[in-house]
């Protein structure tokens, strides 16, 4: 399994970023797909997650300001960050899981992209 993000860069608190993250390599028909990100100095945390059932789930900061999608047909996960804030400045990675648990993926095989990095300025 092979990810790539792209589309990190600096910005100014307000403005708006999308990540992407090209996938490929993964074929189980049970799979979620997610991105993490890890701030300076903290742990990585989840931002959002497809679950295999196409549900999502956010974390509670990014609520309403953060967007996750999957085109399927092109195997790319994107992530739309809206209204952005200092504390929002980490390095961002994609993470597909495959197997595990239906529809969370727990306890499933995690995969991670080498990840991309957001910085927004006050």
């Known amino acids: 399994v092979k990810l790539v993000e792209s589309g990190g860069g600096s910005v100014h608190s307000g403005g708006s970023l999308r990540l992407s993250c090209a996938a490929s390599?993964?074929?189980?028909?049970?799979?979620?797909m997610s991105w993490f990100r890890q701030a300076p100095g903290k742990e990585r945390e989840g931002v959002a997650t497809i679950n295999s059932d196409g549900s999502i789930d956010y974390a509670d900061s990014v609520k309403g300001r953060f967007t996750i999608s999957q085109d399927r047909a092109k195997n790319i996960l994107y992530l739309q960050m809206n209204n952005l804030i200092p504390e929002d400045t980490a390095v961002y990675y994609c993470s597909v899981v495959e197997g595990g648990y239906y529809p969370s993926c727990q306890d499933g095989l995690d995969y991670w992209g080498e990840g991309t990095l957001v910085t927004i300025s006050s």
């Open positions: 390599g993964y074929s189980h028909p049970n799979y979620c």
